[in-house]
């Protein structure tokens, strides 16, 4: 582009060609930071109280600590709803702003 300055050419072209990559890596860090377990379990095991217990875990304590594993699988789905939601969001967003 002539005459355009460096900031421009950045938000002009640099970040539309960018799109398709910056997408892949929004959706699956999203999905990853649904399914976060061993860094609260180790460090903090959910505490103090329940400050920094994470849905992923709580399936892990659901189905482990309290043997009921119907439960888990059911919050399992709903982790598994969240994220594609979340997911189907985001692909929305994406080709809303590529039209």
């Not at 379990?41 to 103090?48: E, H, K």
């Not at 009921?68 to 709903?78: E, N, P, W």
């Amino acid at each position: 582009m002539d005459g355009a300055n460096g900031w421009q050419q950045f938000w002009k072209i640099t970040v539309p060609c960018m799109r398709p990559t910056l997408f892949f890596v929004l959706v699956t860090l999203t999905i990853q930071s649904f399914k976060i377990l061993d860094l609260t379990l180790v460090m903090t095991n959910g505490g103090p109280g329940t400050s920094t217990l994470m849905l992923a875990q709580y399936v892990y304590n659901v189905a482990f600590t309290r043997s009921d594993f119907g439960y888990s699988g059911t919050v399992s789905l709903v982790l598994f709803a969240l994220c594609m939601i979340v997911t189907l969001i985001q692909f929305w967003y994406n080709n809303k702003k590529e039209k």
